[in-house]
């Protein structure tokens, strides 16, 4: 082996006994610490979230070393890739314009954002929607159903607003689709004194910020797992959606929770 590595014997027996330098002890203690924060993530972190909790520790770490280390342990987040679909020709009972371009979000309950999102559940799909707040990116209201409709919108719908019992001056934008195109909801929207707004045609871009909710929540609890009933999903998702709004680092907030954002915001 020392032929091969071209090194002499005696200098492969002094590498073999001499001590671990200070820096390598270092990376131990702190790859252990990464372990934790991946671990109490759910293992979801990926390398900024977690060099962004290990400050929030008080460690003094950069996050090149963060990286370096996670690479060389083998720690890595939950990724997931975006799937496109087609979802065919649509009926619209109304044009409705995008509300929301030129808004200027100061304050929570000023825009929210919804959408629906399909979930695999044994051989069967189910569907998930979502309202949250587009100021703090926190999930204000949910609801998950057997069927892609109108009384499942409806249902997130009302979730959010006993949950957060916002003013008549709100904004509630979502994509174009009939389940928030249709009569029953437009006339809840008009019941509670919202404004309705939708994506502009063509423009999926519109309503990102849910979009990424959904990869974010699919890539660390729905790939990779298989649920065979609707309680098990169910469960899931009452689990990590406390953790998500709660716990979980956002980059786009700084590094902290839409819980924190709020408190921070008041």
Known sequence: MCRVYGVTRAGYY??????????????????????????ESRGTYGSPRVHQALRQRGHCVGKHR???????????????????TSPGLQRYYGSIPNQQLDLELKTPDQVWVGDITYLKVGAIYRYLAVVMDKYSRRVVGWSYGPRKDVKLTLQALNSAVRS????????????????YAAGAFKERIAELGFTQSMNRPGKVTDNAFIESFFHSMKSEIYHG???????EI????????PFYNSDRLHSSLDYVSPATFERQAR
């Open 66 to 84: 963060v990286a370096r280390l996670m690479r060389a342990h083998g720690i890595k987040a939950r990724v997931a890739t975006i799937r496109y």
């Open 225 to 231: 797992h298989r649920y065979q009933s609707d309680d």
């Open 164 to 179: 957060r019992r916002p003013g008549s001056e709100l904004v509630f934008h979502t994509d174009r689709g009939i389940e």
């Open 14 to 39: 002094a590498w073999r006994s001499r001590e671990r330098s200070e820096r390598e002890r270092q990376n131990q203690a702190l790859a252990s610490e990464i372990r934790s924060v991946h671990s």
């Open 234 to 241: 169910r469960a899931a998702l009452k689990s990590y959606l």
